[in-house]
């Protein structure tokens, strides 16, 4: 808008353009919310950063999306963020870290020389025993390694490599059955450290001969009978030399499932200790 001013004296027609308040008012307006905005973010993640800790605290792309700015310019407060849920996770912190990060529950207690069966036996479960064994082993070969057993058995071939792996490494490994330890886990349960195979209280031991099947032609089919019978009878002879029964005692026991409870499992020999907890130690009586 454009107003005339006649100066004084003269005829001459003075043109002078307006100030717009508008325009830059509104402009002032969203660069102050910008830089509100942009204020309160850099405050959060200055007030993100604390003295090193086993807390974990949500990542920096989490943080982003849990900040957001009021209308008044004041960013609101990200949450940390809590276990999830599913799978059991722990928190744990590399050393050198500032801050913890969430972890399988398996992984963290690994750190620890614990390692569970707690599955059918593989090739696959197998091999990553066997790796985490040799790790171990590596890392520090005058500490034991301790194997909690809750398995209903597996592969025969798969569950002879875990055991001759327990037997390659220096160092003592402890077995200790914390549920059920059938067929192949009772095997690798007795094929522990001498002394120190434990079992609780509760727990059950299971033994039985090897099952297969094959198919095919009748020669093919007379091969697989005679390594099974093969790995059999070499089953029976370890079993043997791990509970001190004698080999026809084996077989015969072998024959069909035969079920045992923690102290019958120690009489037998596959076991070397029961832990049981001290009466006046129990609270839950």
Same mark, same amino acid.
């Given at each position: 808008?454009?107003?005339?001013?006649? &100066? *004084?004296?003269?005829?001459?027609?003075?043109?002078?353009?307006?100030?717009?308040?508008?325009?830059?008012?509104?402009?002032?307006?969203?660069?102050?919310?910008?830089?509100?905005?942009? /204020?309160?973010?850099?405050?959060?993640?200055?007030?993100?950063?604390?003295?090193?800790?086993?807390?974990?605290?949500?990542?920096?792309?989490?943080?982003?999306? @849990?900040?957001? /700015?009021?209308?008044? =310019?004041?960013?609101?407060?990200?949450?940390?963020? @809590?276990?999830?849920?599913?799978?059991?996770?722990? /928190?744990?912190?590399?050393?050198?870290?500032? !801050?913890?990060?969430?972890?399988? #529950?398996?992984?963290?207690?690994?750190?620890?020389?614990?390692?569970?069966?707690?599955?059918?036996?593989?090739?696959?479960?197998?091999?990553?025993?066997?790796?985490?064994?040799?790790?171990?082993?590596?890392?520090?070969?005058?500490?034991?390694?301790?194997?909690?057993?809750?398995?209903?058995? =597996?592969?025969?071939?798969? =569950?002879? &490599? #875990?055991?001759?792996?327990?037997?390659?490494?220096? !160092?003592?490994?402890?077995? #200790?059955?914390?549920?059920?330890?059938?067929?192949? *886990? !009772?095997?690798?349960?007795?094929?522990?450290?001498?002394?120190?195979?434990? *079992?609780?209280? !509760?727990?059950?031991?299971?033994?039985?001969?090897?099952? =297969?099947?094959?198919?095919? %032609? *009748?020669?093919?089919?007379?091969?697989?009978?005679?390594?099974?019978?093969? #790995?059999?009878?070499?089953?029976?002879?370890?079993?043997?030399?791990?509970?001190?029964?004698?080999?026809?005692?084996?077989?015969?026991?072998? +024959?069909?499932?035969?079920?045992?409870?923690?102290?019958? /499992?120690?009489?037998?020999?596959?076991? +070397?200790?029961?832990?049981?907890?001290?009466?006046?130690?129990?609270? %839950?009586?």
């Amino acid at each position: 808008r454009r107003e005339r001013f006649i &100066a *004084a004296g003269t005829s001459k027609v003075v043109r002078k353009s307006t100030f717009r308040p508008s325009r830059f008012e509104n402009h002032y307006d969203k660069m102050k919310s910008v830089l509100l905005t942009c /204020a309160g973010l850099l405050a959060s993640y200055a007030s993100a950063y604390v003295s090193p800790s086993f807390v974990p605290r949500a990542s920096l792309g989490q943080r982003t999306k @849990m900040v957001t /700015a009021t209308p008044t =310019g004041k960013p609101t407060r990200s949450k940390i963020t @809590m276990m999830p849920i599913g799978v059991p996770k722990v /928190a744990y912190r590399v050393p050198g870290s500032n !801050s913890a990060d969430w972890v399988d #529950i398996y992984n963290r207690l690994y750190r620890e020389r614990i390692i569970f069966l707690g599955q059918e036996i593989d090739d696959e479960l197998a091999n990553q025993i066997i790796g985490v064994l040799l790790y171990l082993d590596q890392e520090d070969n005058t500490k034991p390694i301790y194997l909690y057993i809750n398995c209903p058995g =597996g592969s025969v071939i798969a =569950g002879l &490599a #875990i055991y001759d792996c327990m037997n390659h490494i220096a !160092s003592e490994v402890v077995t #200790i059955n914390v549920g059920l330890a059938a067929s192949m *886990a !009772s095997f690798i349960l007795a094929g522990g450290s001498k002394g120190k195979r434990l *079992a609780l209280p !509760s727990s059950r031991t299971m033994i039985h001969q090897p099952m =297969g099947g094959a198919q095919g %032609q *009748a020669e093919d089919i007379k091969v697989e009978a005679a390594q099974i019978m093969r #790995i059999r009878d070499n089953i029976v002879k370890m079993y043997s030399m791990m509970s001190g029964q004698t080999q026809e005692q084996i077989t015969t026991d072998l +024959d069909r499932d035969n079920f045992m409870s923690a102290q019958q /499992a120690l009489e037998y020999g596959l076991v +070397d200790r029961v832990v049981e907890m001290p009466r006046e130690e129990n609270t %839950q009586l």
